[in-house]
């Protein structure tokens, strides 16, 4: 199927420890994104990679580090966990989103982070 | 920048009545308008799109949503509530921003439908 694909999708981890998240789309896309959706459904945009260059950086902890070995990957490592980052992430993709506002996100199904 | 308010965290409707969640925008230029929906557990999926052109746009699941420029709104409707509508809705607006564009979301709406 062509979809949006991200791993895991529970994630369960104690404060202070590092994990990662993994995207892939078959999309043929080549505009990817991080979005955090928060307990109360509020969703903000993290990062934003073109052609695997990142185009958008918003105001993220550098404990959150997106890498993107091609256009159709990209991933999530996040460094000693806390508390805060417990929340929902979602991994889209888009095509021409680096200069075509008007292309519409399609969405891989979240990864839900719990940090005790 | 752009921003987009949704009013009312919460819509409840019976099956079969009219479906209307608001959405307002704040854009000195001429938006690129989205409405998302979000079933449990699952990621966002477009609903309908505004960019250009007519400006009564038509989108999956019977939903619509007029664009109104003098209003800066861009409401979505269904005629009719089905039990399966209910759900969380996002009105979004694609923001012109240093290196492209971001996708900028209301903070939601969610669609209670009784039977």
């Known amino acids: 199927d062509t979809a949006v694909s991200q791993t895991p999708k529970y994630l369960v981890t104690q404060m202070g420890n590092d994990k990662s998240i993994k995207c892939e789309q078959n999309?043929?896309?080549?505009?990817m994104y991080w979005y955090k959706q928060d307990s109360k459904k509020f969703l903000k945009i993290m990062f934003s990679?073109?052609?695997?260059?990142?185009?958008i950086n918003e105001t993220v902890p550098n404990r959150f580090s997106p890498k993107s070995p091609d256009k159709a990957h990209l991933n999530l490592h996040i460094n000693s966990l806390e508390l805060g980052d417990s929340a929902v992430y979602f991994c889209?993709?888009?095509?021409?989103?680096?200069?075509?506002?008007?292309?519409?996100?399609?969405f891989g199904n979240g990864t839900r982070l719990t940090v005790t | 920048a752009q921003s987009v308010t949704q009013l009312g965290s919460h819509v409840s409707v019976s099956e079969g009545a009219l479906v209307l969640l608001r959405c307002n925008y704040s854009s000195s230029v001429p938006p690129y308008l989205f409405w998302y929906v979000q079933y449990p557990n699952q990621g966002l999926q477009l609903l309908l799109k505004y960019t250009t052109g007519a400006t009564l746009v038509k989108g999956i699941n019977g939903f619509e949503a007029e664009f109104k420029k003098s209003e800066t709104s861009f409401h979505l409707t269904k005629p009719s509530a089905h039990m399966s509508d209910a759900a969380e809705y996002f009105c979004a607006v694609s923001d012109l921003v240093t290196g492209g564009f971001k996708t900028i979301f209301g903070a939601g709406t969610r669609l209670f439908v009784k039977a």
């Open positions: 990679y073109n052609n695997k260059e990142l185009i």
């Open positions: 889209a993709s888009s095509l021409g989103g680096g200069g075509q506002g008007r292309s519409p996100l399609h």
């Open positions: 999309l043929g896309h080549d505009t």
